[in-house]
């Protein structure tokens, strides 16, 4: 069974700081997505990365594959309260899809 | 948005009652998938479908079933409801097994 372990669970900031919540397996992926998901509603696509090494910029959102194609990071600079919410990594293995549990993100102002 | 429409949104049922959730698509990606989503679980694949009337088993399969007679419709059947089937259940749908998947807004089932 492919599992993919994120790190933190929670995590609670202040405007403008910077973060990083981490998504690790001990399987490889071909592809990793990044997912964001707020109260009452399903979650939505942020990146897929398919390369190992890739980096992906979405605004102040980095998204990283590692080079093993096992494990990848989201860093966000300079964080504000529209960032809060679920973030979900969801991995592309030998099933459709594994998701991790996912990191619970408060930006406070 | 892509068009994906959960219903019911909302319900409450009885401990032993039939429950059948609907997803409903109207973007014809070939898979559709249902989830359920449970804190400290995250989000768990109960069953999917690659075509009309092919389907497989998730991770969670065991008390469900699944129906896809049309394209557009992915039906969901929890034959006799038990409180462990109280969640937030969620329908995806992907082009193929490789590309995104993208969610509807969820169907929240509580069980008595």
């Known amino acids: 069974t492919q599992l993919l372990e994120q790190s933190p669970q929670f995590l609670s900031i202040q405007e403008g700081e910077n973060l990083t919540v981490y998504c690790n397996s001990s399987?490889?992926?071909?592809?990793l997505q990044w997912y964001r998901q707020e109260p009452g509603e399903g979650p939505v696509l942020l990146v897929t990365v398919v390369t190992g090494g890739e980096v992906k910029k979405l605004k102040r959102l980095t998204f990283q594959f590692g080079d093993a194609r096992k494990d990848s990071s989201l860093h966000i600079t300079a964080a504000q309260p529209g960032d809060t919410g679920l973030y979900l990594c969801a991995g592309r293995g030998n099933t459709p899809l594994v998701f991790g549990k996912g990191t619970r993100l408060s930006v406070i102002a | 948005d892509a068009g994906i429409t959960q219903s019911p949104r909302h319900k409450v049922t009885e401990t032993g009652t039939p429950v059948t959730l609907r997803c409903h698509q109207t973007e014809n990606h070939r898979y559709m998938y249902w989830y359920r989503q449970d804190p400290g679980h995250g989000l768990r694949l109960i069953h999917y479908s690659y075509g009309v009337k092919d389907t497989d088993k998730g991770e969670v399969s065991d008390g469900y079933s699944v129906s896809r007679s049309k394209t557009e419709d992915f039906l969901l059947t929890l034959e006799s409801a038990t409180s462990s089937q109280t969640s937030v259940y969620f329908c995806a749908i992907s082009r193929d097994t490789y590309q995104p998947q993208h969610f509807g807004d969820g169907t929240r089932l509580s069980i008595l």
């Open positions: 399987s490889v992926f071909s592809s």
